[in-house]
């Protein structure tokens, strides 16, 4: 795995050997990042379930001005300190080795988010506890890109009731990202 483009364009991460987190591949993290690059430069990005970091890495080295990586695997958290360091990123990088939920809480009244990447263990429902908590915080606001990599089968139908709306779906061979954001409301006179 490495960083696609940016400031640290073509250094390799690294990542746990075995089962313990699943990195997004170079080639669906660069689809992704093709898509969102545009609206990157001085955002202020979260990396969910954040494995190795890699896609925190990929925003702050496109010109995110700061990113927050949520991880409570202590060896994953500790990876992604030694790719912040060798990405000379850790400077505009946060590092929370809790629950994500818990972390969200603690979050609650300190940020507000552009953009929200979440890539929980698949066929849990973990994206949808995360979005119920997020249709009522503070972190998020009416433009927050929330971008779940889930597999292909996962249902977001309920996004909907929790006042998001899907905008954008990507589907891979395996899994796909699935983008949301606040429904908007409608303006009555």
Same mark, same amino acid.
């Given at each position: &795995?490495?960083?696609?483009?940016?400031?640290?364009?073509?250094?390799?991460?690294?990542?746990?050997?075995?089962?313990?987190?699943?990195?997004?591949?170079?080639?669906? @993290? =660069?689809? $992704?990042?093709?898509?969102?690059?545009? %609206? $990157? *430069?001085?955002?202020?990005?979260?990396?969910?379930?954040?494995?190795?970091?890699?896609?925190?890495?990929?925003a702050l080295s496109r010109g995110a001005k700061e990113?927050?990586?949520?991880?409570?695997?202590?060896?994953? &958290?500790?990876?992604?300190?030694?790719?912040?360091?060798? !990405?000379?990123?850790? /400077?505009?990088?946060?590092?929370? !080795?809790?629950?994500? $939920?818990d972390a969200l809480c603690r979050l609650e009244g300190?940020?507000?988010?552009?953009?929200?990447?979440?890539?929980?263990?698949?066929?849990? /429902? $973990?994206?949808? #506890?995360?979005? =119920? %908590?997020?249709?009522? +915080?503070?972190?998020? *606001?009416?433009?927050?890109?929330?971008?779940?990599?889930?597999?292909?089968? !996962?249902?977001?139908? *309920?996004?909907?009731?929790?006042?998001? +709306?899907?905008? #954008?779906?990507?589907?891979y061979k395996t899994n796909k990202h699935v983008f949301?954001?606040?429904?908007? @409301?409608?303006?009555?006179?």
């Amino acid at each position: &795995m490495r960083v696609i483009a940016g400031s640290a364009k073509r250094l390799k991460l690294k990542t746990l050997d075995g089962l313990e987190t699943r990195p997004t591949t170079d080639r669906i @993290k =660069e689809t $992704l990042f093709n898509m969102i690059s545009p %609206y $990157l *430069y001085d955002c202020v990005f979260l990396d969910l379930f954040s494995g190795s970091g890699g896609i925190g890495i990929e925003a702050l080295s496109r010109g995110a001005k700061e990113a927050v990586f949520v991880e409570k695997n202590p060896k994953a &958290m500790a990876c992604i300190k030694e790719n912040l360091k060798f !990405t000379k990123l850790d /400077q505009k990088a946060t590092t929370m !080795t809790n629950d994500v $939920l818990d972390a969200l809480c603690r979050l609650e009244g300190e940020k507000v988010f552009d953009f929200i990447f979440m890539d929980p263990p698949y066929d849990r /429902q $973990l994206e949808k #506890r995360v979005l =119920e %908590y997020l249709s009522d +915080s503070g972190l998020v *606001y009416e433009n927050t890109v929330i971008i779940v990599e889930a597999s292909k089968e !996962t249902d977001f139908s *309920y996004a909907d009731d929790l006042g998001f +709306s899907v905008i #954008r779906e990507k589907v891979y061979k395996t899994n796909k990202h699935v983008f949301l954001e606040k429904a908007g @409301k409608e303006v009555i006179c």
